[in-house]
């Protein structure tokens, strides 16, 4: 899932359940932390990769 695909629209109340209150809640983060959780949740990157990869300090991701 492209990083940018998080930036999508809130979808209608026709999403329900613990992974429409989830989605809700990822989109209120805000990008960078958003960018954090896609690589360390949904793609499984260390914290050291991470950081690597977002071009910031390894204690800013954990």
């Given amino acids: 899932m492209p990083l ?4 999508a629209p809130a979808p209608d109340q026709t999403e329900v359940g613990s ?3 989830l989605a809700h809640a990822l989109r209120r ?3 960078r932390q958003r960018e954090v ?3 360390r949740v949904l793609l499984d990157l260390d914290t050291d990769t991470t ?4 071009g910031i300090a390894a ?3 954990g």
């Fill in 59 to 61: 204690g800013t991701v």
């Fill in 29 to 31: 983060l805000p990008r």
């Fill in 51 to 54: 950081a690597r990869v977002l």
């Fill in 37 to 39: 959780i896609a690589l």
């Fill in 19 to 21: 992974a429409g209150s």
């Fill in 4 to 7: 940018e695909d998080l930036d």
